[in-house]
Nanobody
Framework: QVQLVESGGGLVQPGGSLRLSCVVS????????MGWYRQAPGKQREWVAA???????NYADSVKGRFTISRHNVKNTVYLQMNSLKPEDTAVYYC?????????WGQGTQVTVSS
């Protein structure tokens, strides 16, 4: 069974940076389309960034130019580099893997942007 484990969240001041990691179990990670989502208190979960199995990336307008998604297929890991963080980026960040008809989520990691 495929499992996703996020890490790297924490408390950071506005303007700071964090890098989230998501380690994926499974032998065909290179075939997965990967994404990051986030959910702020009282709000619906929203899509943040995605990277396909072929390496194409896409971003929500709210993070474009500040966040970078990448993947390391040997390490079975997807990353989200977050720069110029704002208080409105505060949320639980979730990793997501899609392949065939499968759609798997991690448990989430808290990111808090506050002075």
């Amino acid at each position: 069974q495929v499992q996703l484990v996020e890490s790297g969240g924490g408390l950071v001041q506005p303007g700071g940076s964090l890098r989230l990691s998501c380690v994926v179990s499974g032998s065909i990670f290179s075939l997965y389309d990967m994404g990051w989502y986030r959910q702020a208190p009282g709000k619906q979960r929203e899509w943040v960034a995605a990277i396909t199995s072929g390496g194409s990336t896409n971003y929500a307008d709210s993070v474009k130019g500040r966040f970078t998604i990448s993947r390391h297929n040997v390490k079975n890991t997807v990353y989200l580099q977050m720069n110029s963080l704002k208080p409105e980026d505060t949320a639980v960040y979730y990793c997501n893997a899609k392949w065939a008809k499968n759609n798997v989520w991690g448990q989430g990691t808290q990111v808090t942007v506050s002075s």
